[in-house]
């Protein structure tokens, strides 16, 4: 018999933190979150009372996940007008329990209608700064680090109860040395124009994380779903990834008059022996200058020098001009989906 249970008051939150070890047995691409990071994501304090962390169970045994809010800054319409946007996230659940996922589904929608949200979508774990999309295959190359992942039937799960895509991403493996040549043309005319790059200070790593962070907030403002979060959980999701970094693949593009305007944030995935391109950002300003291009320019070269032949170019939104730096070289090896309700 399936039950959907309020997680936090039914006492069943380390049920819910050990699902994805039953979810993901076996399968060795799989890597985990740690528990307190996981909680930590669970039990936000902006979202404390405009949330539902449901879990279902079949019998006694725990076979589902997923997260319900009512967004506090998201608005449906002109200028964030409307209702408030109604996310779903943290899902998880195990094979051949589709009737499970329909009743918890069922139930996280039921509350962010009656909630008075509008729009609802997912995955997405809160906002777009934090874990979001799904992966869609193919799976044919191992996830690389940090990428979304998920089992391949969560696809099916999700447009089985009313979910159509919403906005479509691809990742696309390159070679670095093909990146290198073909943007050298507009390396060259933003030198040109005077501007100059920088690699990260990574004994400065709080202040740099604070130039990210305000950057970020000026590159990204418009972007679709685009919602604020404090500097302080910036610095918290990036402490970790402090030793994964190589300074020399992180760089700062300045303008003529010595202002940061745009950055390039790209880590070695030792295991695959590839670079990971994962935030290229340029200020509204001083877009089409060729920044982009210098940025990612270096990247590659520097890829290049430590020995990376091949790079990833990761969750590009289909239609971001950024897809086109790879002057069409580049192989999709993964496609990802965001999802909304249409019921």
Request: net charge negative; charged share 25%; glycine share 10%.
């Amino acid at each position: 018999m399936i039950t959907i249970r309020d997680a936090e008051d039914a006492g069943l939150l380390a049920e819910l933190l050990a699902l994805p070890a039953a979810v993901y047995r076996g399968d060795p691409c799989y890597r985990p979150s740690p528990n307190e990071e996981v909680l930590a994501g669970v039990q936000r304090p902006e979202f404390q009372g405009a949330q539902r962390t449901l879990v279902a169970l079949d019998g006694d045994r725990t076979v589902a996940r997923l997260v319900a809010r009512r967004s506090p800054a998201l608005r449906d319409g002109r200028e964030g007008s409307g209702r408030p946007y109604g996310l779903l996230g943290f899902f998880e659940a195990m094979d051949g329990q589709d009737a499970a996922v329909e009743q918890l589904f069922g139930v996280g929608i039921a509350w962010l209608r009656d909630a008075g949200c509008g729009p609802i979508v997912g995955p997405m774990d809160g906002d777009t700064w934090h874990r979001y999309r799904l992966s869609l295959g193919p799976f044919d190359d191992p996830p690389f680090l940090l990428e979304p992942y998920n089992p391949p039937y969560y696809e099916r799960l999700w447009t089985a109860n009313g979910f159509a895509p919403l906005e479509r991403y691809v990742s696309k493996r390159v070679a670095a040395a093909a990146v290198v040549a073909h943007l050298e043309p507009r390396r060259e005319a933003a030198l040109a124009a005077g501007y100059r790059l920088r690699p990260l200070d990574l004994p400065r790593f709080r202040d740099e994380l604070r130039t990210i962070y305000d950057l970020s907030r000026r590159i990204f403002a418009r972007n679709f779903l685009y919602t604020e979060i404090a500097e302080e959980e910036l610095y918290a999701m990036y402490a970790g990834v402090r030793a994964l970094l190589d300074p020399e693949l992180v760089w700062f593009a300045r303008s003529p008059a010595g202002e940061d305007v745009g950055f390039l944030f790209a880590y070695p995935d030792r295991p695959a022996g590839v670079v990971d391109f994962k935030t290229l950002g340029v200020l509204p300003e001083h877009r089409r200058t060729g920044v982009a291009a210098l940025l990612f320019h270096e990247g590659h070269r520097q890829a290049l020098a430590k020995g990376y032949a091949q790079a990833n170019h990761c969750l590009i939104k289909e239609g971001n001009p950024s897809g086109d730096l790879d002057g069409g070289a580049g192989r999709v090896m993964r496609r990802y989906g965001l999802y909304q309700w249409e019921g």
